[in-house]
């Protein structure tokens, strides 16, 4: 059950759009379920009674105090049920009115001097509850924080009714485009707003950019109108962007400050982020040069250990910077992934954020490398998307937990999203790189692969009947074999990919251990032209490694 809460100064305006038909003829038998007193005239009900006469009664107080009353004296609360649960009566729908009011402060419980008010039910799914701020003593009502009081009589009201209990957040979300904005959006022919698109196409810009110059530089060049605000020192105080083409009624550009798209996307908090994030030289891995994909890779297979083990400020740091990395694939991804990439990345941006302080330089190494990542030539090789989405979807899934445990509700749920959004995304950018793997596993000698299931039932008794028989165990025995002939131990190297992650909820546990295993023993998808065919050395005795879990 969702309360929301709005003012204004016309009551007789509220009462209109309540009695009337609708914007699109929704309302359905429009009528009062309580009122003050319960002698209020009801223009649904009784043929006698007008608007006007409703308006007046619920403006008497609010005349009586003349200049003492608030411009904006009208009080408007719309209280709504779930989709799916049981329509409520108007007995119902009076008590909760009622409660609401009690815990808002409007018109608390047995109060004589309470506000002036009444609820309207014109769906079977909500009301509306109207009410004028001024009490009978003619003092203003007590209603501050009415907005969070309200949402936990909400809570309590879903709990005792048996009602859907609906997510509930922290104050930290993006603010949502309002109705005007949306009927805008499909008047023009878009399913997003220009707030929502703003805001992906900032979030995006941060990610790629190495400081405040270059991120307006990337901004301005993705089409965006930008308005950069200076004290008077000439240092930057904020920003603002719109969309050409989008104007308001005097034809002016409608504009949104960063702080308006999103609580993370002031200037002061883009600033901080971008501090010393220039593309820093990179590694090696494994002996080999180690790249900007392998690097964020790298650094993204440790957030679920990070997330286990590092105090909560350092636990955020890893949560927003995994946040970039969703913002910044579908920069560089194949086209054919982008869509579910930008879907990943936009529910993953709710997750991105919470009541903890996110200590920035905990994860200013993976942010270099993500910024690296747009500079570097898109690998040929899909393997390396195939085996970073893996390791992005592990790393989403330790999010969504991290944040259950603490009860940040709606982080969690945007986290769970972003995690089938991602998964769809990493079955098809596996399907082509697997198959590959997959039919050079069935050419292996009976000899090899019988060699590879021994040196699977060695490493990992407890899986190896599953394992051999998915249908990705041959992926699993040529990238074994690939190993050996890259002259890795592949006892070893097993025993290494099968530590990485725990492997009990996995759908596949022989696929997690093809991106892993290649992954750590740097192994191409294609052999170089030329390089024999695996020839394995005799397995070398190695006790079972006990799997870590990390989740």
Known sequence: ???????????????????????????????????????????????????????????????????????????????????????????????????????????????????????????????HIVATKVRGDLTLPRNWNDYPRADKECAAIEKEYGLRQVVRGDHTAAKRPTRAEKEKALRAGHTATPRERLRTTVRTTVAAATGTEEFFTILRGSGVLVNIQHFPSGDIRGYKVALPGDTNAKGEPVWFSGSALGPDLSYPKISERLAATEPAPMGRHSGHPLTAWRQVTDDVDRIPDVLERADDVVG?????????????????????????LAQAAAAFERASRSRIRAHHQQAQATRRAIKAIVREPAPKDGALLAILLDALLLAVVAAQHWH???????????????????????????????????????????????????LVRQVLPDLAEQILTEPGWPALAASLADAEVAG???????????????????????????????????????PAPGQPASTPPPVQSARPTQQRRTR
């Not at 955020?316 to 991804?333: G, M, N």
Request: with cysteine; aromatic share 4%; proline share 5%.
């Open 316 to 340: 955020q740091a890893h949560i927003t910077v995994l946040a970039e990395t969703l913002d910044a694939l579908p920069l560089i991804a194949p086209a054919s992934h982008r869509p579910q």
């Open 404 to 454: 259950h445990a603490r009860h940040h509700d709606q982080q969690a749920e945007a986290a769970r999203q972003a995690a089938e959004h991602l998964h769809a995304a990493y079955q098809a950018a596996a399907f082509q790189p697997l198959t590959v793997i997959h039919q050079r596993g069935l050419r292996l000698t009976v000899t090899v692969q019988q060699r590879q299931a021994a």
């Open 488 to 526: 890795r131990d592949a006892v070893a190297a097993l025993a290494e990919a099968a530590a990485q992650r725990e492997l009990g909820t996995a759908t596949s546990v022989s696929e997690v251990l093809v991106w892993r295993l290649r992954h750590l023993a740097n192994l191409p998808l294609q």
């Open 1 to 127: 059950m969702i309360a929301k809460i709005g003012s204004g100064a016309d009551t007789r305006g509220v009462l209109r759009y309540l009695y009337g038909p609708g914007r699109a003829n929704e309302h359905t038998d429009p009528h009062m379920v309580a009122s003050w007193d319960g002698f209020a005239p009801d223009p649904g009900r009784d043929e006698t009674a007008t608007l006007a006469q409703l308006a007046t009664a619920l403006d008497l107080r609010v005349k009586q105090a003349g200049d003492r009353a608030p411009d904006q004296h009208v009080w408007h609360c719309s209280v709504r049920a779930a989709p799916e649960d049981r329509a409520l009566s108007d007995e119902d729908w009076a008590v909760i009115a009622r409660r609401v009011l009690n815990a808002t402060g409007i018109a608390p419980a047995g109060d004589p001097d309470a506000c002036r008010w009444v609820a309207v039910r014109h769906a079977d799914d909500h009301i």
